[in-house]
Nanobody, 124 residues
């Protein structure tokens, strides 16, 4: 089993930056990738970004292109999401995810473990 704990959410103003962190514990040696999803009220859960343990990254370019950066510290089993130029439409609960299978991917069903989520609210 793998446990994921997010931190760093909060209330910010449009244009501000925020950094989310996720710490993984347990059988982390089995993981091939970690990432982030988000879910806004009344909307479907949406892929944000993911990173392989070898450093390869994928992003939801439509939503976060050029504004969000995902990074990981393999030794510490952590993954961060640096968010800049935040917009009110970025308001959502952000979930850290991890998977055992073959690396970073987009479909939510591909991820084996989910954190509890951290709220990000961007005011206009």
């Amino acid at each position: 089993q793998v446990q994921l704990v997010e931190s760093g959410g909060g209330l910010v103003q449009a244009g501000d930056s925020l950094r989310l962190s996720c710490s993984a514990s347990g059988s982390t040696f089995r993981l091939s990738a970690m990432g982030w999803f988000r879910q806004a009220p009344g909307k479907e859960r949406e892929f944000v970004a993911a990173i392989n343990w070898n450093g390869g990254k994928i992003y939801n370019t439509d939503s976060v292109k050029g504004r969000f950066t995902i990074s990981r510290d393999h030794a510490k089993n952590t993954v961060d999401l640096q968010m800049t130029s935040l917009k009110p439409e970025d308001t959502a609960v952000y979930y850290c995810v991890a998977r055992i299978g073959a690396g970073a991917t987009i479909p939510a069903a591909s991820y084996d473990y989910w954190g509890q989520g951290t709220q990000v609210t961007v005011s206009s």
